[in-house]
């Protein structure tokens, strides 16, 4: 009986579900649902997940939805997961949980918000949203600030304090990796200001390798096929004002 | 060392949180802040909860806040509480994770959207947005589609089929009774169509009282202040519109 993954790897939490997994050497059968196709409307996996979202897992009889509650769950029923991932001390566990909750309203409402209406949007069908691009950067923006100031306070390496990360670590990271899609100015513009947060993305990444970069190959085929098009949009524009602007030679 | 329990009962979390606390004997001291007035804003309080938000507890050198984590915490750091509010069985805390990880990006962002931009604004020196209140409104109705058709499928008088309310039941409860506050025929246009909805909210009601009750007894006040404000506008409108339709007596 194999532990059933039903993700798409451009999800952030069915990344962090999968590196999760892979880190902790715990056997898994990956379903694959592509949600730019709307695999995930389908009347199969409405029986699954009626929520129709990923990641969703199958353990058994039992199914699961919910990042957060799949993480949890999965540290508690398999024996190989090290304690610190989700700690049994009741304080530590407590902090945790915080953290995890924070998330939803916070950093997951700004990046998803940002990301989808600055760059996303037309991959899935949808127009561009300038200005509910503008009110996520918004809630991003104070999310990093939150995350350096409070989350990131001590001296470990990882939130809370702690010298080795925990499902919060790999959460949070996966939902800034997206950020990896937006134009590399835009980018800096956000994370530039906050260095801790950068220094604790890439030990978060450094700590869940090899699997991290492969499980992310997905997002920086996409992120390198972006920059492709800005830079031909941008020839493009080029283009179309010196021949604009140039006396004609006909 | 009593718990301390740092609360706004305005505040849905804050309630749930007291509620849970009544319900299950456990001995704290409240201390009430007034959000309307700003009082989470005060240094002292920054100490306490570095997002100044409520609810937070503190137990003996403990700080916690987040709604969810607490009553989590409380489940397993109180020894009298039932072990339905938070079950130990992995696979029905599992499923209660689910309900609560879902709160957060659904029914409690379509709630908070929907009330505060249709009615609660003006207290809090904000503006009423009817397009953010629009928006609040469908994901709100979404909500209760999927709470209805998804966590209250089955037999059970409480979400996931049981048959005794958990930490989920309270918090989502406690959201919902927020919208005591806005116009009835509002009220009803949204929960009307939910039958069962509005029957788990009774159920949840009688299975925490007198302590419901007496927690809500401040959002009760305010309703029944904002209708008779709403009253007294529509009176005047008629007044107005008499005066302005009738000849005048001058």
């Given amino acids: ?4 993954i039903y993700a798409d790897r451009m999800s952030q939490p069915s ?18 649902l592509d949600l730019a196709r709307r695999q995930q409307r389908s009347s199969e996996y ?4 009626p929520l129709r979202q990923v990641p969703t897992i199958v353990d058994g009889r039992f199914k699961l ?3 957060h509650a799949i993480l949890r769950y999965i540290s508690c029923a398999f024996p190989g997961v090290a ?13 945790i949980e915080s953290v995890l909750d924070w998330h939803h309203s916070n950093l997951r409402r700004g990046a998803v918000a940002y990301i989808l209406n600055s760059t996303l949007a037309p991959a899935l069908g949808l127009q561009k ?13 104070s999310s990093l600030e ?20 925990s499902i919060a670590d790999l959460s949070l990271v996966c939902e800034l990796m997206q950020l990896q899609v937006v134009d590399e100015k835009d980018r800096d513009r956000i994370l530039g200001p906050h260095k801790k947060v950068e220094q604790w993305i890439e030990d978060t990444k450094q700590a869940t390798m ?9 997002l920086f085929k996409l992120k390198a096929k972006l920059q492709e098009q800005r830079l031909s949009e941008a020839n493009n524009k080029i283009e179309s004002s010196k021949n604009t602007t140039l006396p004609s030679k006909m």
Avoid at 15 to 25: D, E, Q
Avoid at 46 to 49: D, P, T
Avoid at 210 to 218: A, K, N, Q, S
Wanted: aromatic fraction near 10%; charge should be positive; charged fraction near 25%.
């Fill in 46 to 49: 409405k029986e699954i997940n």
């Fill in 210 to 218: 090899p699997h991290f970069d492969e499980v992310h190959t997905v």
């Fill in 129 to 141: 949203n300038p200005q509910a691009a503008a009110e996520g950067e918004k809630i991003l923006s």
């Fill in 83 to 95: 304690d610190h991932w989700y700690p049994s001390d009741l304080f530590k566990r407590a902090k």
């Fill in 146 to 165: 939150q995350i350096e100031s409070i989350w990131l306070k001590g001296n470990g390496r990882f939130l809370l304090g702690s010298s080795k990360p």
């Fill in 15 to 32: 990344r962090a579900v999968l590196i999760f997994c892979k880190v902790n050497g715990i056997t898994f059968e990956e379903i694959k």
């Fill in 65 to 67: 939805f919910e990042s």
């Fill in 1 to 4: 009986m194999t532990l059933k």
